[in-house]
């Protein structure tokens, strides 16, 4: 699940729909990026190793939901900043406390749906923004 080198860099999709994993990395590589896409938490804090450039996180999945997924990466994290991460929902109604955890974590919120264009300006965001 190695992260190849690429121009804009390579991001790591978690994401436990197929379906929606797989239009989210058509779009991710028609837009320039590499993508690893994991079908769930396990799998993407095995890909973290590689040093994605920014991460993509579904909310909502089974197993570990995508709060608890960027609190390990970020308690996994040692090279002294974080990895620019974004957490997606199609779920409007949440939780009051999921916000806060979020910005607390460093991490952004999206709604789903996202276009092709919405998409590539939140990773293009994200990376220039990173340390």
Do not use: C
Not at 80 to 102: K, M, N, Q, S, W
């Amino acid at each position: 699940m190695a992260f190849a080198t690429h121009a804009k860099g390579a991001i790591l999709l978690v994401e436990d729909d197929a379906a929606v994993r797989q239009t989210f990395e058509r779009m991710l590589r028609l837009g320039g990026y590499d993508v690893v896409a994991a079908p769930d938490a396990a799998a993407g804090l095995r890909a973290m190793a590689d040093a994605p450039a920014a991460v993509l996180v579904d909310l909502r999945m089974t197993s570990v939901d995508g709060l608890e997924l960027v609190r390990k990466i970020r308690e996994r994290e040692t090279n002294g900043h974080g990895t620019p991460i974004a957490v997606i929902t199609g779920d409007y109604f949440l939780e009051d406390a999921i916000r806060p955890r979020l910005r607390e974590f460093q991490a952004e919120l999206y709604f789903k749906p996202l276009w092709l264009n919405d998409l590539l300006q939140i990773l293009d965001e994200l990376i220039r923004e990173s340390p």
